[in-house]
């Protein structure tokens, strides 16, 4: 039995979501700076949680993860 280490990443409508911040900010057609400076923060890869250590055995493992509709997660895996 190994241990890794579990990272995730997550894009949805929550996390990692310039689009859904644009809708906040009411649409803005020209962006002012600040605007622009959060619209592209808001864009930038989201980390899900914090890295978790998971057991694996044999060079396997199974993770179970919640994904809402329209998602995708990244899962980074260090050992």
Do not use: C
Request: hydrophobic fraction near 40%; aromatic fraction near 6%.
């Amino acid at each position: 039995m190994t241990r890794a280490k579990l990272t995730q990443y997550r894009i949805d409508a929550e996390h990692s979501n310039s689009y859904t911040a644009w809708l906040r900010l009411g649409s803005p057609a020209h962006p002012t700076p600040a605007q622009y400076a959060e619209l592209e923060q808001s864009g930038q890869l989201a980390l899900l949680g914090t890295p978790e250590n998971i057991r694996m055995d044999h060079g396997s493992t199974l993770i179970q993860l919640h994904l809402p509709r329209q998602a995708v997660s990244l899962l980074v895996l260090e050992w």
